[in-house]
């Protein structure tokens, strides 16, 4: 009973802290480029804003442009639900696995770019080609990542993921550490970040993921900013799982939770610094090169899954 | 010190070394080509150095010393002095596109595994797993001079085989005797001196460096 | 019983057909009469392949029909029973869609022929997974072949469908050759051509291979693996669209069944090598691919359905191929998984895409234009349609909760399972593989989403768009049998593998039954609990209760939401022309993949008032099929040198003759020796 508490607790966690996350973010880039920038609980401010404002729809819009935004912070929701955050073993990660994960995040991308074509504009079918196409040219290399750690955890699901990982200890794996590159290359794609998309922007040429929202408002709006900004936190999340996941708790006991908790904000804290430090420090790249990028990440996955048959099996 | 860590080492070392071929294979500048291939040569020099420390073999120090200073700093160095003065263009332009020579090396990591598995099976060494990918190395650096156009890349591809091979023997021997290392280092470093020879009088007689225009 | 009830299923289909000849002229009548009998046949199948399913039950029996030394042999077992579940799952849908779909043949160009057809046609199909000798086999496979010719020649006043049935019918015999020869070839050793002793017979591990190969292929060129596909995109957009929802639905699935047959059933698990799984794994993965990447450059809708058939053929082959390899290495319970998963999406695949072309029939019916850059907007038009083919899109894009979810997931799973086999070759293509399915999958939801925005949403491109009109209800109700049940595949895995496990059981004797759901019906396990689970009814609950819950609390009650003019960045004058069109949608795809493409573009720049003033602008570009260009017609080229070597030699004088009868007669003598 208790552990289904905790479950929830995390869930709610992380859907509540996400806005303050995404609010550090934009506070460090400020400082790292010698702006003062708004407060950290700024994008509390905006979503409380846009749900108060009044909804407007084109008059041509359908159904499927009122449905996605409850339908793309549902399943973001949804995904969250499934990643241990504090807690390992919680009760909903046995609804999905790593790959099931994939495919809830998957029904957020599909709907919002449905979305976007749903106007009729000329920017809702660009984001939306744009998205879909560099969502399909990820899908492999986040795979091939996620199998890289799968081979040696023998199962795809978090939990026992995360068991395996704590119990392996702290081994130099030339493998994992591929694996690791790749994943955080697609989660770069994934949430639309620099150098791949530029999420502070609604006006530029290359812009992907904000172009299909452009004719969205008041709650709409909001819901879909906010899924955005859980996505973010669900990566960082998924990605301390796989690679990091000491510190998180197997009890349900106060203390260990505390720790958890802490630990959980101190890996965000850094993986948040060192995103800021990349997004200040690159230009975006050129759209066409997006594949290339891409094509990187899976090669440097394949590599890592050769590494694991040719180094690590064959030591054995 | 423990054989745990060495055989980390090494590991680690042959991943790296993995990566940087696949890495300079996916090059397009000439200057991010040589900024691979010396850190190959790095990588390999900390290699030598570590499995020197670990298996306390004071020759192997003197070797990552050498092979430090050649191919990490001097051959790269040469390379781009003569890219600089000769004007060479400063794109890699590869036969084969790029994605395409990526698959191939791919398919040849995996080709060269099933090969050496015998050999693997024979060695008793705690390295033996890194046979493979120094096999792998080496046909990755024949790719290379198979599928680029220029001069230049073929010399690195070249240089890529000897790096290779030295992490061979380094990985699989620890090291060859002190004195073979010398001579085969002192060989790279005449090889460089007479492709740089090469190059000016390829040019002077050609008036160019892409291979295809010295067949017409 | 069960086969009782499948004999007198094919039965009533032939009585369809007898039918649809004896009500020439009275279409209205035919038309409720043929497809209701259909309808019917169909409950039948379903019925029976029910009750082979659940009873496990192998009944064989021979009619006193056929060939005087070779009785028909009929004989229903559980994987025959699972395929007819899935025909009649489809057919009893697409019955109920045409009685309203051929209503526009009526007084216009009749349907007697349309009906005389489809009857055979679902006879052809009913009686291949029935048969239990090669002889009844091949007979009905060529019933299904033939008549479906007539469907892709149905509006034989085009020319191109003249021409997709003249590729169609050569593809469709030399697969039927190919087919026979491995028939031969089981034939030899087994002695007789009844399945049952071919299944006893042993082959030498080259025979069984050669039988294989045959086999492979000549299935493989009805399911239209790459690069044997090139029927298929010609063959399926020109034939009525409740025929093509049949043909890509259930026909090619028939292609599946005989390879699983033959291979799986009378070479048998125990004759496998270890290339052959190989082999179908990697024919998958580059079908599955290939189909989905020409998929995405299509603008004729149902030209682009064709094509993801040719995609989703790959994704139950990797499952297949999986299951052969895993069979090999003997890993039965895993052998088992794979060929559920490749059972579960064919089931699956069935009911999307004949889905998919009922509504593209829908869409082709209220807009008279298969081109997808004349439409638009129909959502607001046939909001029905839209909802059911959207259930299809999302099925499709395997995306859960939805079918195609499923049958990916536990394909992936198969996969993940690589690491048990010895060696290592193997297991370091499998995850290659997997990672090219999850390309595919995901290229499948950029094109549904390509599909889905240009065709209902947006606005209308075209006046036929915009003047488009709502289908009948029995196209509604046939529509919504297959959303249905795409929905409850998607959420039930539970109950329906159990279901299918009769298959494997048959097969292999390796059953999942008891790992499937270890841990409750809610959750999916397919191997153990600790690998990986999946629970569809909770994800959906959740979503549901979640999406209304956050729609109540947002929701102000009382309030109309204001309808404005869209914004599109603050430019007022966008007109429907300045849409994102299916090409454009494409086009960073065709960038990227130029490659495959080879896109041929053609642009012509009219300036002719000033060089400063464009006055317009045509843009033209064609995505290549590379099969074309590699293989079928330097093959083409070739039979047309040698047709013409052949034919000088016929016209030499007197003496060539001569010498071919002196050669002839040194060769027969030869023999002597």
Not at chain 1, 121 to 131: C, D, I, K, L
Not at chain 2, 192 to 214: A, P, Q
Request: charged fraction near 10%; glycine fraction near 8%; aromatic fraction near 10%.
């Amino acid at each position: 009973m208790m552990i289904f508490l905790v479950n929830l607790a995390q869930i709610l966690l992380m859907i509540l802290a996400a806005p303050m996350a995404v609010g550090i973010v934009k506070k460090m880039k400020a400082r790292l480029q010698n702006r003062q920038g708004a407060g950290i609980s700024q994008p509390y401010r905006d979503l409380s804003k846009l749900f108060g404002k009044e909804l407007l729809l084109a008059e041509n819009a359908s159904w499927i442009f009122r449905a996605a935004p409850y339908i793309v912070f549902t399943s973001t929701v949804l995904a969250a639900s499934v990643v241990p955050v504090i807690v390992v073993d919680s009760p909903f990660s046995w609804t999905a696995d790593v790959i099931a994960l994939a495919g809830f995040l998957a029904i957020g991308t599909f709907f919002t770019a449905l979305a976007g074509m749903d106007v009729g504009t000329a920017f809702g079918g660009m984001g939306a080609s744009r998205e879909m196409t560099f969502a399909a040219l990820a899908e492999p290399a986040l795979l091939m990542s996620i199998f890289v750690l799968s081979v040696s955890a023998q199962s795809t699901n978090l939990s026992v993921m995360i068991h395996h990982i704590l119990e392996a200890g702290l081994l130099l794996k030339p493998s994992i550490a591929f694996a690791l590159i790749a994943m955080l290359m697609v989660s770069i794609v994934e949430n639309g970040r620099i150098p791949v998309d530029n999420p502070g922007t609604h006006l530029e040429v290359t812009m992907i993921h904000e172009a299909m929202l452009l004719e969205y408002s008041g709650r709409h709006l909001a819901l879909i900013e906010w899924a955005t900004q859980i996505k973010l936190v669900l990566f960082a999340t998924l990605i301390f799982d796989l690679f990091f996941p000491w510190g998180i708790s197997g009890t349900v006991a106060v203390s260990a939770l505390l720790i958890a908790l802490g630990l959980w904000v101190f890996k965000l804290i850094v993986f948040f610094v060192l995103l800021v430090i990349m997004e200040t420090g690159l230009a975006k790249m050129r759209l066409f090169e997006v594949p290339q990028f891409l094509s990187t990440a899976f090669f440097l996955a394949l590599l890592g899954m050769f590494m694991h048959y040719i180094l690590e099996v064959g030591a054995q | 010190m423990s054989s745990e860590l060495l055989q980390q080492i090494i590991t680690m070392g042959a991943a790296l070394m993995l990566l940087i071929s696949f890495a300079l294979l996916s090059q397009k500048r000439m200057l991010s080509l040589l900024h691979w291939f010396a850190l190959q040569g790095i990588v390999l020099a900390a290699v030598t150095a570590l499995v020197g420390y670990t298996s306390d073999n004071t020759e192997l120090y003197i070797s990552a010393t050498i092979t430090l200073m050649l191919k990490g700093v001097l051959l790269p160095w040469v390379l781009w002095k003569i890219i600089r003065q000769m004007h060479v263009h400063r794109e890699v332009e590869p036969l084969v596109n790029i994605p395409m020579t990526m698959l191939i090396a791919a398919a040849l990591v995996v080709f060269s595994y099933q090969v050496t598995l015998p050999i693997e099976h024979l060695s008793h060494l705690i390295t033996r797993n890194t046979i493979a990918v120094a096999m792998a190395n080496v046909l990755l650096g024949m790719l290379m001079m198979i599928t680029r156009k220029k001069a230049i890349t073929q010399v690195i591809g070249f240089l890529a085989i000897e790096n290779s091979l030295f992490f061979a023997g380094v990985g699989a021997t620890y090291g060859m005797p002190l004195v073979a290392e010398l001579g085969v280092a002192f060989d790279v470093l005449i090889a460089s001196v007479v492709f740089g020879l090469f190059f000016y009088h390829i040019r002077d007689t050609f008036e160019s460096l892409d291979l295809n225009k010295m067949e017409k | 019983m069960a086969l009782n009830l499948a004999l007198g299923a094919l039965a009533i289909s032939l009585f369809a057909a007898a039918t649809a000849v004896l009500l020439v002229g009275k279409d209205n009548v035919a038309r409720f009469t043929v497809f209701g009998l259909l309808a019917v046949s169909a409950g039948l199948s379903i019925a029976s392949g029910m009750v082979g399913l659940l009873t496990h039950a192998s009944v064989a029996l021979s009619l006193p029909v056929g060939l005087p030394w070779l009785p028909m042999h009929t004989r229903l077992d559980a994987l025959g029973a699972f395929f007819l579940l899935t025909i009649g799952a489809l057919l009893i849908a697409v019955s109920i869609y045409s009685i309203g779909y051929v209503r526009e043949y009526t007084g216009r160009k009749g349907f007697a022929s349309l009906g005389v057809f489809m009857g055979l046609f679902v006879a052809g199909m009913q009686g291949i997974v029935l048969a239990d000798d090669a002889f009844t086999f091949m007979l009905f496979w060529e019933l299904m072949s033939v008549s479906s010719y007539f469907f892709v020649t149905f509006e034989h006043e085009h020319e191109e469908n003249r021409k997709a049935g003249y590729v169609y019918l050569i593809m469709a015999h030399v697969s039927g050759l190919l087919i026979l020869g491995g028939f031969a070839t089981l034939y030899a050793s087994a002695g007789s051509f009844e399945f049952s002793s071919m299944r006893d017979a042993t082959l030498s591990p080259f025979w069984s291979s050669v039988a294989f190969l045959l086999a492979a292929f000549g299935f493989g060129m009805k399911a239209g693996v790459v690069p044997m596909h090139v029927w298929l995109p010609e063959a399926h957009p020109v034939a009525p669209s409740n025929a093509s929802a049949l043909m890509s639905g259930i026909m090619i699935k028939v292609a599946i069944f005989g390879f699983i047959r033959v291979v799986w059933d009378l070479i048998g698990v125990d004759g496998f090598q270890w290339w052959w799984g190989t082999l179908i794994l990697l024919a998958g993965s580059s079908s599955a691919v290939t189909g989905v990447l020409l998929a995405l450059q299509q603008h004729d809708l149902k030209r682009l359905l064709a094509y993801h058939s040719v995609e989703n053929i790959g994704i139950i082959l990797i499952g297949l191929g999986l299951g052969m390899i895993f069979a090999y290495y003997g890993h039965p319970l895993l052998a088992a998984l794979g060929l559920i998963a490749g059972l579960y999406h064919t089931i699956n695949h069935a009911l999307f895409k004949g889905l998919l072309f009922m509504g593209a029939g829908a869409v082709l019916h209220a807009t008279g234009t298969r081109n997808m850059e004349e439409m638009g907007g129909l959502i607001h038009r046939m909001p029905m349609t839209a909802v059911v083919f959207l259930v299809a899109c999302v099925s499709i894009s395997a995306l859960p909760p939805f079918n195609g979810f499923v049958s990916e997931w536990l394909t992936f799973q198969a996969a993940l399972l690589a690491p048990q086999l010895e060696g290592s070759l193997i297991p370091m293509l499998i995850p290659f593989s997997a990672a090219m399915l999850a390309l595919a999958g995901a290229l499948a939801a950029t094109c549904f989403v390509k599909v889905y925005g240009i065709v209902f949403l947006g606005q209308p491109r075209s006046p036929s768009a915009a003047d488009a009109h709502e289908i009948d209800g029995w196209m509604k109700f046939g529509m919504a049998i297959p959303a249905v049940l795409c929905l409850l595949l998607g959420i039930l895995p539970t109950l329906f593998i159990p279901l299918i496990d009769a298959v494997p059981q048959l097969l292999i004797h390796a059953s999942l039954s008891s790992s499937v759901h270890a841990h409750g019906w809610l959750w999916l396990t397919p191997v153990s609990e600790a690998r990986a689970s999946y629970s569809a009814p909770i994800a959906l609950f959740g979503m549901l209760v979640l999406g209304g819950l956050i729609y109540w609390l947002l929701h102000p009650r009382g309030q109309v939401v204001r309808r404005v003019h869209f914004w599109s960045c603050g430019n007022p004058h966008v007109n429907t022309r300045m849409q994102y069109t299916a090409t454009s949608f494409a086009q960073p795809l065709r960038r990227i993949f130029s490659g495959i493409y080879q896109p041929v573009e053609h642009i012509e720049i009219d300036r002719s008032d000033h060089k400063l003033l464009t006055r317009s602008i045509h843009y033209e570009v064609h995505a290549q099929d590379m099969s074309w260009r590699f293989i079928y017609r330097p093959l083409l080229a070739l039979s047309e040198r040698v047709s013409v070597w052949v034919a000088k030699q016929h016209q030499r004088g007197v003496h060539a003759y001569l010498a071919y009868m002196f050669v002839t007669i040194l060769v027969l003598l030869a023999f002597l020796l």
